[in-house]
């Protein structure tokens, strides 16, 4: 192989597909990236057996082949390369010698074929939107995935489509959260469900443009993300999602209107007084046109007040605070609906339009200590 | 007490006491801050008890007193409060209530009189130096003191004043660092050691300015830095320092002048093929106007060409590339001299009216894998 490319793609080629390198495998192939040249263009290719990364860079083939390269070495190499041309060979000892101005290294790698392909996956049912609406709703979602493996789909999300409706969804036993998107066309009804790191992955290589479109291709095994140059293959999780729609009620004995920035801000710093390990409830008293925020732990104690707009009954309530900031620091709107009902239902965060909606169950605490 | 103070001011004096706050210790009261109000004004200190920090705060006192503070809870809990006029008050159980706009903290602290009283410095002896100088100075020494507490007086750096020159030094048995500086006024002579953790305290609290001083007085054990409304007193090291001067030979068989920013870069590339744990040396081969730079390890292999101007012998010799990184990297000029011997003896990178000197001791290499 005999290739010529400029530092800048490759670097932004290598840093695409190193989110698909495995960082903990005992097979020394996964920590590779495979760099091929053949009539497709220079093609890029990471995979760590659940995601696969595949990515074309421009530049000029002089001679077409290929070699697996430590993804870690090349691409730190590449880094610290002079801004300029890259000449890239192979030899037969799985050799490549990487030229750039008067510098020039010479590395051992592994041969292409032994790279794992990854799968081939047929193009029948897609759905397309923009980059941007794709990383938010990643970005106001991915946050309530479980980490716990025994759920295994509490660790992905939930994506439904039905006509021109998007519902991302995820949950973790405490918390829900749903964003739903208009799509531009009408679509055939799909539900499946992505892993989260997939998710995750795909969120830091998309550039965000409101712009660039994401072509979604479905199998019933995988999900295809095409955009830009890059193509992200990645497994779905087997198994029926919950069914989310009993949770949802829609009736509320208490609604309040207020401020998310001030009311973000006090919870964050309330939670100073709570250490991970103690589970203190923030306690909120909603009374008249005020709300009252309260902590008390083995720290020390703190209350503030918030004024609000209110329809219904008061209601004193208590929540896990890492739980409502989560929330919080997602949504975009400067005033947002709470609505609530008694202190052991769960409130609900959402807009009119419900594009958004974020569910959070109650703690119990001690009112005695108030 | 009682004492009313913007969020700003607060925390801007919090942050430069923090820096004296012990992290490893068993004494909780060396984890606070005393927060102390009195006919000089609002004070933070904070004592390691080899390192005090003493800031006054602009502010008013409705009422005087003292109390310790957790220096951790304390500076969280002032950087989070709404940008806004900050009440502190305390009551007779050692509380202290922090008030700022709705929000009220009460965090439990310990009695004012239970904190370690910072040693009293007799002002004699003293110099004056700009903040921009100290800060570069140390941070252009800094990184030669040793880590090792065996030999605790390379723990620490050289302060020698001698009329009007400031020479500073650190070494760690591979290497010397020194740093030559003119001061403004005449002085008596004075050496000492300074805890190295000290500078590096010090060199983050310093703002820099090129118009602001900082007086820095001298006893047999401690060394008080005075600068904007701060003061820093540290324990000095004690022993007699290494005698350097026989180490500075003037005499040198090759002298090349070289690029720095192109020999830190090939240097920086090529230190990509080593691992922290083998010592493989870079090797550094002079001949004419070039130096070859070459490297070889089990990961792959990296050589790489640099125009010079050179006068003397030719040479082959290897180094410890972090050695070389550490010195170029704090060098401001663009093109540096370099002053070598042989293989065996230590090289000098210095300017010709020797503001600084950087001597590196070489390592021995196979030549036969060059």
Redesign the interface.
């Known amino acids: 192989m005999k290739i010529m490319c400029t530092k800048s793609n490759l670097l932004q080629g290598v840093n695409v597909a190193l989110k698909a390198v495995s960082n903990k495998t005992t097979l020394p192939i996964l920590e590779c990236v495979l760099l091929e040249a053949n009539e497709k263009g220079i093609i890029l290719t990471a995979n760590d057996m659940e995601l696969g990364i595949e990515t074309v860079l421009e530049g000029n083939i002089q001679e077409p082949g290929k070699i697996a390269l430590n993804a870690k ?1 090349f691409s ?2 590449i880094r ?3 801004d300029n041309d890259v000449e890239i060979t192979t030899n037969s000892n799985h ?1 490549a010698i990487i030229i750039c101005e ?7 790698g592994q041969a292409g074929d032994d790279f794992p392909l990854l799968p081939e996956i047929e193009r029948l049912q897609s759905i397309s939107i923009s980059q941007f609406m794709l990383k938010e709703v990643i970005r106001q979602t991915i946050f309530s995935i479980s980490d716990n493996e025994n759920t295994k789909l509490m660790t992905g999300e939930l994506f439904e489509i039905n006509q021109n409706n998007l519902k991302v969804v995820s949950l973790d036993g405490h918390r829900i959260s749903i964003r739903n998107i208009e799509l531009k066309d009408c679509y055939e009804n799909i539900k499946v469900v992505v892993p989260g790191k997939t998710l995750s992955d795909l969120s830091k290589i998309l550039n965000g443009g409101t712009e660039d479109e994401v072509n979604i291709y479905f199998t019933n095994k995988h999900i295809l993300f095409e955009f830009d140059s890059t193509v992200v293959v990645s497994r779905l999780l087997e198994g029926e999602y919950y069914n989310i729609n009993q949770m949802l009620s829609t009736d509320y004995e208490t609604k309040i209107q207020i401020n998310k920035k001030e009311f973000l ?2 919870i ?2 309330a939670s ?2 709570i250490r991970e390990s103690d589970k203190k409830p923030i306690v909120i008293n909603i009374q008249d046109e005020s709300m009252q925020l309260s902590i008390q732990s083995f ?8 004024y609000i707009n209110k329809e219904g009954k008061d209601l004193l309530i208590g929540f896990n605070p890492k739980f409502l900031m989560d929330a919080l620091r997602v949504i975009d709107d400067e005033v947002i609906d709470i609505y609530l009902v008694n202190p052991k239902a769960p409130c609900f965060i959402k807009d009119a339009s419900q594009s958004y909606v974020y569910l959070i169950l109650p703690v119990n605490f001690n009112a005695a200590n108030i």
């Open positions: 070495l730190e190499i610290k390369l002079p050799q008067k510098s020039k290294f010479t590395i051992s801000n006090c964050d710093r100073l007084l720290i020390g104690s703190m209350k503030e007040e918030i």
